[in-house]
């Protein structure tokens, strides 16, 4: 499975922003996306996950309430809505896949997942 984000850039405090992410390759199978972020100096981590059905998401405390993670599995595509923005936010933002059987399966950490994109900057100015 290749992944390829894009629509970061730079957006005012307050402001939104929707990352998107395609997947290519074995999009026949069932499999679990997520969000990751890395801020300069820091580690990568957790932002939000949803299942293959889209019935079951989960979001870090961080973001919860302001981010929404959503997908369209017609075009193999998982999107991260994030409104609100805080400077905090700004973080180069990956997007992560894994195959799985479960309809309902999420994944919360880096090593539930196998696949990577390149990741997309998002800047967010106070």
């Known amino acids: 499975v290749q992944l390829v984000e894009s629509g970061g850039g730079l957006v005012q405090a307050g402001g939104s922003l929707r990352v998107s992410c395609v997947a290519s390759?074995?999009?026949?199978?069932?499999?679990?996306m997520g969000w990751f972020r890395q801020a300069p100096g820091k580690e990568r981590e957790f932002v939000a996950a949803i299942s293959w059905n889209g019935g079951r998401t989960y979001y870090a405390d961080s973001v919860k309430g302001r981010f929404t993670i959503s997908r369209d599995n017609a075009k193999n595509t998982v999107y991260l809505q994030m409104n609100s923005l805080k400077p905090e936010d700004t973080a180069v933002y990956y997007c992560a896949a894994a195959i799985t059987d479960g309809y309902y399966y999420i994944g919360r950490t880096e090593s539930d997942y196998a696949y990577w994109g390149q990741g997309t900057q998002v800047t967010v100015s106070s």
């Open positions: 390759g074995r999009t026949s199978s069932k499999y679990i």
